[in-house]
């Protein structure tokens, strides 16, 4: 059970980024000023930035949870 989830929660990390739009209002007109090819650059930028915090806290959350379930 374990080794499915985490095939899953990679599989999805790897396609979120090309099922998200993570642009606020600012960077999407600047991305349809760019034209298409860039604006997905500039779009998948954003989430690979946004992605780091994430894993950062999501390993602090993991690393909290297993050592609670020891106690």
Not at 46 to 59: E, K, Q, R, S
Request: net charge positive; with cysteine.
């Amino acid at each position: 059970m374990k080794r499915k989830l985490q095939i899953t929660a990679f599989v999805f990390l790897q396609v979120m980024p090309f099922l998200s739009f993570s642009q606020c209002a600012m960077c999407t007109k600047t991305a349809q000023q760019l034209g298409e090819g860039p604006a997905k650059g500039l779009n998948a930028g954003i989430i690979y930035l946004a992605l780091i915090p994430f894993m950062v806290a999501g390993y602090i959350f993991y690393r909290w949870k297993k050592s609670n379930q020891q106690n």
